[in-house]
């Protein structure tokens, strides 16, 4: 059965791939924090934080690049804060492992390896996104 798509919009296997890559590793994180008894209430914060943080650093960066590339206007403050704020995200996250004696060494690969992959999918659903709706309006 073959599925109509207008040029340019990626694959429904693609874009189910990349939504289910960010449900997983989402999911993944939270669970680990909501299960993990060794870690203060405060700490599970600071984790919650950073995912989201990241998540929304990570998806304005992606915006920002794109609008670059397609000659939309990007202020270069912009560009240069959604830089800052993914590197931040991603500088703090590291920190917050490194600096965790609560966690064990696989917990902390199990938290940086969710958080890696929740990032980089939330990216790439942005870009199914935003690649679906201009094939779209093309048409």
């Known amino acids: 059965m073959k599925i109509d798509r207008k040029d340019g919009?990626?694959?429904?296997?693609?874009?189910?791939?990349?939504?289910?890559?960010?449900?997983?590793?989402?999911?993944?994180?939270?669970?680990?924090?909501?299960?993990?008894?060794?870690?203060?209430?405060?700490?599970?914060?600071?984790?919650?934080?950073?995912?989201?943080?990241?998540?929304?650093?990570?998806?304005?960066?992606?915006?920002?690049?794109?609008?670059?590339?397609?000659?939309?206007?990007?202020?270069?403050?912009?560009?240069?804060?959604?830089?800052?704020?993914?590197?931040i995200a991603i500088f703090l996250m590291g920190i917050g492992l490194y600096n965790a004696g609560s966690i064990i060494l696989s917990e902390k690969g199990f938290y940086g390896m969710a958080f890696v992959l929740s990032i980089f999918a939330a990216i790439t659903v942005q870009k199914n996104v935003r690649d679906t709706q201009k094939a779209r309006e093309r048409d």
């Open 9 to 87: 919009e990626p694959t429904p296997a693609f874009k189910g791939a990349s939504l289910a890559a960010l449900i997983i590793g989402v999911s993944a994180y939270l669970i680990g924090l909501f299960n993990a008894t060794a870690m203060e209430l405060n700490e599970k914060g600071y984790y919650f934080a950073i995912l989201i943080f990241g998540l929304y650093a990570s998806v304005s960066l992606q915006k920002a690049v794109r609008d670059k590339d397609e000659g939309i206007p990007v202020t270069n403050i912009y560009y240069g804060i959604s830089w800052f704020a993914l590197i």
